[in-house]
């Protein structure tokens, strides 16, 4: 059974010259199905129009991060309606809030979050979820919506566990990426990474960033991509204390159900 990597920044311009080579690594090794991170107008636009060329093998999302929240505005939010009720659109989002460097003011985050999570029960969709050093307001906002969602997904997850039970006690599914294989600052996610139940875990890379740093030899140009999947498999394989045959098969069938797909 192959990977599915749930989040991946395919429109990142460091893909554009070598696109096709990276789905082909991809396909090597053992990544079948992408879902391509909207995370801007003009990325979720993008990540639309590579969905739609792939002959069914990438999906997208459409969302505005918070980073970009300043840019919010009601001409994005009608556009995201539309890219949403896109059949290759599977999830709303990214979208959430950032305190870690609050490039749009945290104000400006919270309307643009909760106008997005509006859109998602609007159009009965999933949300793709970000969230760094804003863990009580966005779990306050969230909680608010959450009734009315049939699916959330807390992506690239990095915070406590805590905060992780939080979120499962939501009924949220939770993504993990190489942020687990980073021995300075991820290392506390080896330890409570088992707890969360089959049916709510799901894997990502969020290329290109996260580069495993487990990986070795490390590629020189340090770019993140959809073959390092299997890498992290490998690795919550092991700290779950389960099968690589066992944590694909199950991470899989959670992301087919969670996008449809």
């Known amino acids: 059974m192959d990977l599915i990597d749930i989040g991946a920044n395919l429109t990142h311009e460091s893909f554009r010259h070598d696109f096709d080579d990276v789905l082909a690594r991809a396909t090597a090794h053992g990544v079948g199905k992408m879902v391509i991170t909207g995370a801007s107008r003009e990325g979720s636009e993008q990540a639309l129009e590579l969905a739609r060329a792939s002959g069914g093998r990438l999906f997208a999302t459409a969302g505005v991060h918070p980073h970009h929240a300043i840019d919010y505005d009601?001409?994005?939010?009608?556009?995201?309606?539309?890219?949403?009720?896109?059949?290759?659109?599977?999830?709303?989002?990214?979208?959430?809030?950032?305190?870690?460097?609050?490039?749009?003011?945290?104000?400006?985050?919270?309307?643009?979050?909760?106008?997005?999570?509006?859109?998602?029960?609007?159009?009965?969709?999933?949300?793709?979820?970000?969230?760094?050093?804003?863990?009580?307001?966005?779990?306050t906002l969230l909680a608010r919506y959450r009734p009315q969602l049939p699916a959330a997904v807390v992506h690239c997850f990095t915070d406590?566990?805590?905060?992780?039970?939080?979120y499962l006690a939501l009924d949220c599914h939770i993504g993990i990426t190489g942020w687990i294989c980073d021995e300075r600052r991820g290392n506390h996610l080896r330890e409570f990474v088992r707890e969360i139940p089959a049916n709510r875990l799901m894997l990502e890379t969020d290329a290109p960033y996260l580069l495993p740093r487990t990986v070795k030899p490390q590629p020189k140009h340090r770019r993140n991509e959809p073959m390092y999947l299997a890498h992290i498999r490998d690795e919550v394989a092991r700290d779950r204390g389960e099968s690589v045959e066992e944590l694909t098969a199950a991470t899989t069938r959670t992301a087919e159900a969670f996008f449809g797909i």
Request: cysteine-free; glycine content about 4%.
């Open 74 to 139: 009601d001409d994005i939010d009608a556009l995201l309606r539309q890219l949403a009720a896109q059949p290759e659109v599977r999830a709303v989002g990214e979208m959430g809030l950032d305190y870690h460097r609050n490039y749009s003011p945290p104000d400006v985050q919270r309307d643009a979050f909760e106008r997005q999570l509006k859109i998602a029960v609007d159009l009965g969709m999933p949300v793709f979820l970000h969230q760094r050093d804003a863990h009580e307001d966005f779990l």
């Open 160 to 166: 406590t566990r805590e905060a992780m039970l939080d």
